[in-house]
C-alpha cells in the first residue's frame, strides 16, 4: 500500500473516530432539557448552601448572580420543554437527580477556606456546563435551543470568569 493511501486512511480513522466522539455527547432535545436542569438545580441548591457559609462578600455576590441567572435558565428550559410538548419527568424526579449532582460542600470551616473550595468547585461546574451546552448548540436541530445557548452561554461565561477571579484571590 502506498504511503499516501495509508495516510488517508490513518486520516480518515481518526476523523471518523472524532466524530463519533463528538456526537457521543449529544442528547436528544428532552435528553438535554432535563440533564442540564437537573445540574442547573444542583447549582442553584450548592449555591444557596455557599451563601449561608461564605465569608466574603465577593463570593455571596456571586452566589445570588448564579442562583438568578440559572433560575432564569432552568425556567426557559422549561418553556422550550413545554413548546416542544416533550416529556419532561416529574418534578421529584428531577429533583432527586438534581440531589446526587450536587457537589459535596467542602468539608471545611465556614471562612475563607471555605470561600476558595467553593470558588474552584464552581470553576469545575461551570466548565462542565459551557461544555454541554456548547456541544448541544452544535448539533442540534432545534432553533430553540439554539436560542438557549445564545441567551445562556455569555452568563456561564461570566460565572467563569468570576469563579476563576475569586478562586484565584483566595
Known sequence: MS?????????????LMGL???????????????????????????????????????????????????????????????????????????????????????QVPEGESFDAAYAASQVKATEEAIAQIEEQAKTTEVPEIKAFADETLPKLQTHLEMARALQASR
Do not use: C
Open 3 to 15: 504511503r499516501m493511501a495509508t495516510l488517508l486512511r490513518t486520516t480518515s480513522l481518526v476523523v
Open 20 to 106: 463519533g466522539a463528538s456526537s457521543a455527547w449529544a442528547q436528544s432535545p428532552a435528553e438535554f432539557i432535563n440533564d442540564a436542569s437537573a445540574k442547573g438545580m444542583a447549582d442553584i441548591e450548592a449555591s444557596r448552601m455557599a451563601h449561608g457559609k461564605a465569608e466574603s462578600r465577593e463570593v455571596k455576590d456571586y452566589t445570588i448572580m448564579v442562583i438568578n441567572d440559572r433560575t432564569t435558565a432552568n425556567q426557559h428550559l422549561a418553556k422550550i420543554a413545554k413548546k416542544l410538548d416533550l416529556p419532561v419527568p416529574p418534578p421529584e424526579e428531577v429533583a432527586d437527580k438534581a440531589k446526587s449532582l450536587i457537589p459535596p460542600v467542602p
